[in-house]
């Protein structure tokens, strides 16, 4: 097994089992050739368990109860606080009077509050740890059957071994990596591991390699089988080659085990802001004990009991509870819109993603596969996709729609356009069939229609279709939108209906839905188009059929006539409908039913060169085409129940069916999620779409989204992306919207390029393979619906609808939150600065006694800034959030203009309290009255600060003021009423906050100094509004920090990882 002297394997080195023989494996195992039939024995199991471990995935380290509380009071800010507590507890203790030892030892209570709480948030907001491995671990198998001794066992899976024999039937989910020695019909769902909706087929052949044996996706690697998959058909027996971590399952646990959790920017420049915060607090308190012992002559003690008071005031004690309200609310109305945050910063890197990368399936489209359009051999009819209603007007006539080869096309010969289009039948880059099975593989000449599947495809007619000039249909001059009426819908989509046998989901819906999605494609828009699919199918049953197989690609049944169905033509015959791939319907064409209709009259010869153009132009928009067909018989040539063979369709001597149009199929966009990725390039965020589905079927979807431009107006495939070097692989990363057939580690690959050139990256994805690119990526998004449990776990965020303009939605909230999380620090910090600087200046300008008692500082630290910082941190969006560019990697928190704000903000809010303080003194009031002013003083000319903070370009002096935000109102009310009450009750205000009652003219002074901050704080605005007239999204006025890419390697693991082909 490799192993290295720590124990753990050399995964660069690992042997590839898969490539080698049956007797090359049980040699590097070490175990005897007939290790199948005897197993292990008991003594060389337990050795091997002592030498690789249990069968089980590693566990990150915990992190204890201790070193969470250590990680959030062990800064500079928190050390203050408790140096306070303590000083107020020795004086509590060393305190002659009573209402000094009440005092002080209401101060440390508040103090040790505080620290409590905001510990407690702290761990809180953190409590989404990491689960994603413990969701790994719940796919794991409890117990095998095992060969031990020569006999069959049941062991816990833990006990499994490296050179076990492992015993598989239906059911079982697979213990272990296994190289497969015995199969029958065995098959295994590996969708959780690879991605593949469609189990896979097992065999015991080593499989030959080209080069790196390693290069072989998982997906291709048939011989073996991995654990946590699950066994859908047949039995087989193993050797256990890998368990524990060193399994695939294992190499996905270390790959989201072990990234690091990293702050926000927001909450790094929030702990930044904290250090530079205790340092000015520091030399503020240092002056203001110098202030209080030389100048006002207070002892040395009280003097460090005024600087105390000075520092607490300016601790922003509420600042933590403030982010996480402000985070809690985004996440709130977040989910409201469908979009679950599993980690509250994640919020706040939302609003600086610049790139999204999102899956295809479900995400962009419907992932339901859906008609789009009908062709006869006149006339186009385009279905509203978008259908709510059953009605035949959801089928148009627009002969203009689809009349013309995509661009890209128009050139290549029509056999190109086919086997390149989402038509052809391929096999994946793993090998396999694709799971369309009526794929397009031969030749459409009637002379090779029952030979074996040529790779060939038959061109029109030089005639029908020059090969130096741009193939396309002309447009008949047929009136636009001209609906049919539900009979002729019953008549032309009657084949798909009856030669199915798919059950449509209630209301048309897929709840319920069983069969093939392209097949319910049919019976889907029938029903939208006012017909009783039910009905049709009751009212003509099948009298035998032809099934479905993927050797001859079409599907035959046997009906009596109908009229309503059938026209009165045929009701002396039996009717034949057949619908297949084109290319094996074509060649047995006689006729073509003119537009449609199939009365005997309107027969006419089939004009192969028109079908195979039709064909061509359908497949280059990337589309799936079906052939409905159909024949009849004389009665009594088919028995009721009769067995019917392919040959029933083929092998009549001459062509005998008529061709009655061809459906065109794709799984179309969402239509909300067009509009989303409008809004999402006006935001200035590129979109880019990452899928399984071949080329053509990208870029068409791609251009229905408004993916496909000049700019962009190509697509990548997986497999060039593994042939790119690094540097070609960022210029890809950067050039291409469009990224088809790409794998999960193309994923991995696409982020880490992305994150290299600078860019802030959002990913979707929802299966067990995804999980590591869904960590790898700055804002990682699962899918609530289709997701797995470990791609929910690895993801910051889940859409609970599975809708990329849910994460759009997020994004304009990502944006609001940095805005709001600005505005908590406008209103927040003069508040906390006003507090502790009154003090300083109330001193040096001549004050006997600090003008603001220790506890009203608390007071207003924990009420009056956590109330008035919530009014900004529920601050709806403010017009053109989604008109400017992402926020720039690296752009400060606090920049210069908003630095500016604050000062402005600090320095009226100081004036206006020592200024009242220095006024009500001079009128007589006493030390409590002036305390009881500079307090209410304060309190209320925030309110003013606030007001203003709330709009960061636009006048607060306008009734935007009084509307979107009904918080700021209710927040205002409390405020005032608290301050009433603090004021004017007997008891609490003179022995707890040392203030008294006011009179009518110090409210007149409060209220003016309230309108004297507003007016204030909002000339700055205005001049600055008038000196720049850049948008408030971009108002810092400074160069931003320069920020290094991200280029950190792909961790080893996932060079090897997933390499499978996501599913179309």
Same mark, same amino acid.
């Given at each position: 097994?490799?192993?290295?002297?720590?124990?753990?394997?050399?995964?660069?080195?690992?042997?590839?089992?898969?490539?080698?023989?049956?007797?090359?494996?049980?040699?590097?195992?070490?175990?005897?050739?007939?290790?199948?039939?005897?197993?292990?024995?008991?003594?060389?199991?337990?050795?091997?368990?002592?030498?690789?471990?249990?069968?089980?995935? /590693?566990?990150?380290?915990?992190?204890?109860?201790?070193?969470?509380?250590?990680?959030?009071?062990?800064?500079?800010?928190?050390?203050?606080?408790?140096?306070?507590?303590?000083?107020?507890?020795?004086?509590?203790?060393?305190?002659?009077?009573?209402?000094?030892?009440?005092?002080?030892?209401?101060?440390?209570?508040?103090?040790?509050?505080?620290?409590?709480?905001?510990?407690?948030?702290?761990?809180?907001?953190?409590?989404?740890?990491?689960?994603?491995?413990?969701?790994?671990?719940?796919?794991?198998?409890?117990?095998?059957?095992?060969?031990?001794?020569?006999?069959?066992?049941?062991?816990?899976?833990?006990?499994?071994?490296?050179?076990?024999?492992?015993?598989?039937?239906?059911?079982?989910?697979?213990?272990?990596?296994?190289?497969? =020695?015995?199969?029958?019909?065995?098959?295994?769902?590996?969708?959780?591991?690879?991605?593949?909706?469609?189990?896979?087929?097992?065999?015991?052949?080593?499989?030959?390699?080209?080069?790196?044996?390693?290069?072989?996706?998982?997906?291709?690697?048939?011989?073996?089988?991995?654990?946590?998959? =699950?066994?859908?058909?047949?039995?087989?027996?193993?050797?256990?080659?890998?368990?524990?971590?060193?399994?695939?399952?294992?190499?996905?646990?270390?790959?989201?085990?072990?990234?690091?959790?990293?702050?926000?920017?927001?909450?790094?420049?929030?702990?930044?802001?904290?250090?530079?915060?205790?340092?000015?607090? /520091?030399?503020?308190?240092?002056?203001?004990?110098?202030?209080? $012992?030389?100048?006002?002559?207070?002892?040395?003690?009280?003097?460090?009991?005024?600087?105390?008071?000075?520092?607490?005031?300016?601790?922003?004690?509420?600042?933590?509870?403030?982010?996480?309200?402000?985070?809690?609310?985004?996440?709130?109305?977040?989910?409201?819109?469908?979009?679950?945050?599993?980690?509250?910063?994640?919020?706040?890197?939302?609003?600086?993603?610049?790139?999204?990368?999102?899956?295809?399936?479900?995400?962009?489209?419907?992932?339901?596969?859906?008609?789009?359009?009908?062709?006869?051999?006149?006339?186009?009819?385009?279905?509203?996709?978008?259908?709510?209603?059953?009605?035949?007007?959801? *089928?148009?006539?627009?002969?203009?729609?689809?009349?013309?080869?995509?661009?890209?096309?128009?050139?290549?010969?029509?056999?190109?356009?086919?086997?390149?289009?989402?038509?052809?039948?391929?096999?994946?880059?793993?090998?396999?069939?694709?799971? $369309?099975?009526?794929?397009?593989?031969?030749?459409?000449?009637?002379?090779?229609?029952?030979?074996?599947?040529?790779?060939?495809?038959?061109?029109?007619?030089?005639?029908?279709?020059?090969?130096?000039?741009?193939?396309?249909?002309?447009?008949?001059?047929?009136?636009?939108?001209?609906?049919?009426?539900?009979?002729?819908?019953?008549?032309?989509?009657?084949?798909?209906?009856?030669?199915?046998?798919?059950?449509?989901?209630?209301?048309?819906?897929?709840?319920?839905?069983?069969?093939?999605?392209?097949?319910?494609?049919?019976?889907?828009?029938?029903?939208?188009?006012?017909?009783?699919?039910?009905?049709?199918?009751?009212?003509?049953?099948?009298?035998?059929?032809?099934?479905?197989?993927?050797?001859?690609?079409?599907?035959?049944?046997? !009906?009596?006539?109908?009229?309503?169905?059938?026209?009165?033509?045929?009701?002396?015959?039996?009717?034949? !409908?057949?619908?297949?791939?084109?290319?094996?319907?074509?060649?047995?064409?006689?006729?073509?039913?003119?537009?449609?209709? *199939?009365?005997?009259?309107?027969?006419?010869?089939?004009?192969?060169?028109?079908?195979?153009?039709?064909?061509?132009?359908?497949?280059?928009?990337?589309?799936?085409?079906?052939?409905?067909?159909?024949? /009849?018989?004389?009665?009594?040539?088919?028995?009721?129940?009769?067995?019917?063979?392919?040959?029933?369709?083929?092998?009549?001597?001459?062509?005998?069916?008529?061709?009655?149009?061809?459906?065109?199929?794709?799984?179309?966009?969402?239509?909300?999620?067009?509009?989303?990725?409008?809004?999402?390039?006006?935001?200035?965020?590129?979109?880019?779409?990452?899928?399984?589905?071949?080329?053509?079927?990208?870029?068409?979807?791609?251009? #229905?989204?408004? =993916?496909?431009?000049?700019?962009?107006?190509?697509?990548?495939?997986?497999?060039?992306?593994?042939?790119?070097?690094?540097?070609?692989?960022?210029?890809?990363?950067?050039?291409?919207?469009?990224?088809?057939?790409?794998?999960?580690?193309?994923?991995?690959?696409?982020?880490?390029?992305?994150?290299?050139?600078?860019?802030?990256?959002?990913?979707?994805?929802?299966?067990?393979?995804?999980?590591?690119?869904?960590?790898?990526?700055?804002?990682?998004?699962? #899918?609530?619906?289709?997701?797995?449990?470990?791609?929910?776990?690895?993801?910051?965020?889940?859409?609970?609808?599975?809708?990329?303009?849910?994460?759009?939605?997020?994004?304009?909230?990502?944006?609001?939150?940095?805005?709001?999380?600005?505005?908590?620090?406008?209103?927040?910090?003069?508040?906390?600065?006003?507090?502790?600087?009154?003090?300083?200046?109330?001193?040096?300008?001549?004050?006997?006694?600090?003008? =603001?008692?220790?506890?009203?500082?608390?007071?207003?630290?924990?009420?009056?800034?956590?109330?008035?910082?919530?009014?900004?941190?529920?601050?709806?969006?403010?017009?053109?959030?989604?008109?400017?560019?992402?926020?720039?990697?690296?752009?400060?928190?606090?920049?210069?203009?908003?630095?500016?704000?604050?000062?402005?903000?600090?320095?009226?809010?100081?004036?206006?309290?020592?200024?009242?303080?220095?006024?009500?003194?001079?009128?007589?009031?006493?030390?409590?009255?002036?305390?009881?002013?500079?307090?209410?003083?304060? /309190?209320?000319?925030?309110?003013?600060?606030?007001?203003?903070?709330? *709009?960061?370009?636009?006048?607060?002096?306008?009734?935007?003021?009084?509307?979107?935000?009904?918080?700021?109102?209710?927040?205002?009310?409390?405020?005032?009423?608290?301050?009433?009450?603090?004021?004017?009750?007997?008891?609490?205000?003179?022995?707890?906050?040392?203030?008294?009652?006011?009179?009518?003219?110090?409210?007149?002074?409060?209220?003016? $100094?309230?309108?004297?901050?507003?007016?204030?704080?909002?000339?700055?605005?205005?001049?600055?509004? #008038?000196?720049?007239?850049?948008?408030?999204?971009?108002?810092?006025?400074?160069?931003?920090?320069?920020?290094?890419?991200?280029?950190?390697?792909?961790?080893?693991?996932?060079?090897?990882?997933?390499?499978?082909?996501?599913?179309?």
């Amino acid at each position: 097994m490799g192993e290295e002297d720590d124990g753990a394997v050399d995964r660069s080195t690992v042997y590839p089992w898969h490539a080698h023989s049956k007797e090359e494996c049980f040699a590097e195992l070490g175990v005897a050739e007939d290790i199948a039939k005897t197993g292990l024995t008991s003594a060389d199991a337990d050795a091997r368990l002592e030498k690789y471990g249990e069968n089980k995935l /590693s566990e990150k380290e915990q992190v204890t109860l201790l070193q969470k509380i250590w990680a959030q009071v062990g800064n500079v800010l928190v050390g203050i606080l408790v140096f306070v507590a303590v000083v107020s507890a020795a004086r509590a203790i060393a305190a002659d009077n009573s209402e000094d030892v009440v005092t002080n030892w209401i101060q440390v209570a508040i103090i040790t509050l505080v620290i409590v709480l905001n510990t407690t948030i702290g761990i809180v907001q953190e409590g989404s740890a990491e689960k994603a491995a413990e969701a790994l671990k719940g796919m794991l198998s409890s117990d095998a059957l095992l060969v031990r001794d020569g006999k069959d066992v049941k062991v816990p899976a833990a006990n499994i071994v490296p050179g076990d024999i492992v015993k598989l039937n239906l059911g079982d989910r697979v213990p272990a990596d296994l190289r497969m =020695l015995e199969v029958s019909n065995l098959s295994a769902l590996e969708a959780a591991l690879t991605g593949e909706a469609v189990p896979i087929d097992k065999t015991t052949d080593a499989i030959e390699a080209s080069g790196d044996p390693q290069a072989i996706p998982l997906g291709d690697r048939h011989n073996m089988c991995f654990s946590a998959t =699950l066994v859908s058909q047949g039995t087989a027996i193993g050797l256990v080659i890998a368990t524990g971590d060193e399994t695939e399952i294992g190499t996905i646990n270390a790959l989201v085990s072990k990234v690091e959790k990293k702050k926000t920017n927001v909450l790094e420049q929030i702990d930044t802001v904290s250090k530079w915060l205790a340092f000015f607090i /520091s030399i503020t308190a240092l002056c203001t004990w110098l202030v209080a $012992f030389f100048i006002t002559d207070e002892s040395g003690i009280d003097a460090l009991t005024t600087a105390l008071v000075c520092a607490v005031a300016m601790i922003p004690e509420g600042l933590e509870a403030i982010v996480t309200m402000t985070y809690a609310w985004a996440v709130s109305n977040m989910a409201k819109q469908n979009a679950i945050i599993r980690a509250l910063p994640a919020v706040e890197t939302l609003g600086s993603v610049t790139t999204i990368c999102s899956d295809k399936t479900g995400t962009l489209t419907k992932n339901e596969m859906t008609l789009t359009a009908f062709v006869t051999s006149e006339k186009r009819y385009r279905f509203d996709v978008d259908a709510s209603e059953r009605k035949p007007e959801n *089928f148009v006539v627009n002969n203009a729609y689809l009349h013309e080869r995509a661009d890209h096309t128009k050139y290549l010969k029509a056999s190109e356009v086919i086997k390149k289009g989402p038509s052809a039948q391929r096999k994946s880059r793993r090998g396999r069939k694709s799971s $369309f099975g009526f794929g397009i593989t031969q030749s459409m000449h009637p002379a090779t229609a029952n030979e074996g599947a040529e790779e060939k495809v038959d061109e029109p007619s030089p005639d029908a279709a020059a090969e130096d000039t741009p193939a396309e249909t002309e447009a008949k001059d047929e009136p636009a939108g001209e609906s049919p009426d539900s009979a002729f819908v019953r008549k032309v989509l009657g084949g798909g209906i009856l030669c199915s046998k798919c059950t449509l989901g209630e209301n048309g819906g897929r709840k319920g839905e069983i069969g093939n999605p392209t097949e319910l494609a049919i019976l889907r828009a029938a029903y939208f188009g006012d017909v009783d699919v039910t009905g049709v199918k009751e009212s003509a049953p099948v009298i035998a059929e032809v099934p479905f197989s993927s050797e001859y690609k079409f599907m035959a049944t046997v !009906h009596a006539p109908l009229e309503e169905n059938d026209t009165s033509d045929y009701m002396d015959k039996l009717i034949v !409908h057949v619908k297949g791939a084109p290319d094996r319907m074509i060649p047995l064409c006689k006729y073509q039913a003119k537009n449609g209709s *199939f009365l005997s009259s309107d027969l006419e010869p089939c004009n192969k060169d028109y079908w195979i153009e039709q064909i061509a132009i359908l497949s280059s928009h990337g589309l799936r085409v079906l052939a409905l067909c159909r024949g /009849s018989l004389e009665k009594g040539a088919v028995q009721q129940g009769e067995q019917l063979g392919p040959e029933f369709v083929q092998e009549r001597g001459e062509p005998w069916l008529t061709i009655v149009g061809l459906c065109a199929i794709m799984d179309p966009p969402r239509p909300e999620c067009i509009d989303a990725i409008r809004i999402a390039h006006g935001a200035g965020v590129r979109v880019a779409m990452i899928t399984g589905d071949h080329r053509d079927t990208a870029l068409a979807i791609g251009g #229905m989204l408004g =993916l496909v431009d000049k700019e962009h107006s190509e697509a990548v495939t997986g497999p060039e992306l593994d042939a790119m070097s690094d540097d070609e692989l960022k210029v890809a990363a950067m050039k291409y919207n469009v990224f088809a057939r790409a794998s999960p580690q193309n994923k991995i690959k696409i982020v880490k390029a992305l994150q290299s050139e600078g860019e802030v990256c959002g990913m979707t994805g929802d299966g067990v393979n995804d999980a590591p690119a869904l960590k790898a990526a700055d804002m990682g998004v699962a #899918m609530g619906k289709e997701g797995t449990d470990v791609a929910r776990e690895a993801a910051e965020m889940i859409l609970a609808d599975d809708n990329f303009a849910t994460i759009v939605s997020a994004v304009r909230e990502g944006r609001v939150v940095w805005d709001d999380l600005r505005k908590v620090l406008l209103v927040n910090t003069p508040i906390n600065n006003a507090q502790g600087m009154s003090v300083l200046f109330g001193l040096l300008l001549g004050l006997d006694e600090a003008p =603001l008692s220790a506890i009203q500082v608390l007071y207003c630290n924990l009420i009056c800034a956590v109330t008035l910082g919530f009014v900004c941190a529920v601050e709806p969006a403010e017009d053109g959030i989604m008109e400017q560019p992402p926020r720039r990697v690296g752009k400060k928190l606090i920049g210069r203009f908003l630095l500016l704000r604050i000062v402005i903000g600090t320095i009226v809010l100081v004036a206006v309290t020592v200024g009242s303080v220095f006024w009500t003194k001079d009128m007589g009031y006493t030390l409590e009255e002036t305390r009881s002013q500079a307090l209410n003083t304060l /309190s209320f000319g925030a309110i003013g600060i606030t007001m203003s903070a709330r *709009f960061a370009r636009k006048s607060a002096f306008h009734m935007r003021t009084f509307v979107g935000n009904p918080i700021a109102w209710y927040s205002y009310a409390v405020m005032a009423a608290l301050q009433v009450f603090i004021t004017y009750t007997p008891g609490l205000n003179d022995a707890i906050f040392t203030m008294d009652a006011m009179d009518g003219k110090q409210w007149g002074i409060v209220a003016l $100094f309230m309108v004297v901050v507003l007016i204030v704080m909002e000339a700055e605005k205005s001049i600055r509004g #008038m000196i720049t007239d850049r948008k408030y999204y971009e108002e810092d006025w400074e160069e931003e920090d320069a920020i290094e890419p991200d280029t950190t390697p792909l961790p080893e693991e996932a060079k090897r990882f997933g390499r499978n082909e996501l599913p179309h």
